[in-house]
């Protein structure tokens, strides 16, 4: 348990280090690389979390996929690629209170409703099969919904960005 | 491990993803604050079906991320079109709207 704790902390404080990051660096090839390391530390906080599947999931679909459309948007959207003075808005100290407030808000809730409550240790790795089962078993309507979903938005996305 | 260490981790995360949507000005930016905030909300449901015994949050879960990934999918292509027509993807300078 100690050596997951651990790990837990590590990885967090680089969740956390580079998710500030993503919001402060003032290049917008930077903020994506940096958010590459948040989503990996989060596939790996989903491995501690004994979801391995939603973790490689995690790991195909957003460093795979996701920040390959990122560099695209920022290479098709921008002259140069260096930094940037105005990726900020004037009033951009408004959300320093404005986001604070909602953590501390969150932080009390969660601390009065769960305190030390402990997860459960001995629990097994969630295997893809019962993952299926459940996906295509009481899941299936919202799967197909899914489907229709990512269907819509290819066409969409390739209706909205084709030069006529 | 405890339930809150990774409930407090997704807020701070949701928290830094809130203030960039809030802060930043380019389009891109702001999408990749949205993506800090999805993922900090897949924490939340993995802890959770930890806590329960339960696959429902990994169900869930993936259901998340791919409809984050059709919401970054058409989010880029609105923003290529904005670029488009106004070689800029100011999101302050997009005040056609204003009355």
Redesign the interface.
Known sequence: ?VA??IA?GII?VI??VG??R??TVNN?VH??LW?VL??AG?AA??I????E??AV??VL??IG??MV??L???M??RAQLGK?K?????T?????P???L??GV??LA??SS????????D?EL?STQ??S???FGP?LL?FWA?SF??L???I???V??R?D | ?????????A???????????????????V???I??IL?SV??NF??F???N?S??G??F???I??????????G??????V??NRKS????ELSEMKG
């Not at chain 2, 807020?11 to 930016?29: P, T």
């Not at chain 2, 991320?65 to 058409?74: C, H, K």
């Open positions: 348990m997951q704790n837990f967090a969740m956390v998710a500030l993503v919001v917008v903020a994506a958010l948040v989503l989060a906080q989903y501690l979390l004994t979801a599947f939603v999931t995690q679909v957003y996929a996701v459309l990122f695209f948007g920022t098709l959207t940037e105005l990726l900020n808005n004037p951009w100290y408004l959300g320093i404005a986001s604070l909602l953590l969150m932080i969660l601390i769960f305190g030390d409550e402990k997860l459960p240790t629990s969630v019962a993952i089962d459940q996906i899941y919202p899914l979903v990512l819509v938005a290819v969409g996305a390739i909205l960005a030069k | 491990m405890l339930v809150n260490q990774f409930l407090i981790l807020a701070v995360l949701f928290c830094i993803g809130v203030y960039g949507v809030i802060a930043r000005r380019n389009a891109v930016m999408l990749m604050s993506e800090l993922n897949n924490i993995l802890a079906a930890l806590r015994g696959v429902d990994h169900v879960a993936l259901y991320i791919a409809v984050a990934a059709a919401e970054v999918g058409v880029l292509a609105l923003v290529l079109l670029y488009r993807i100011a999101l302050d």
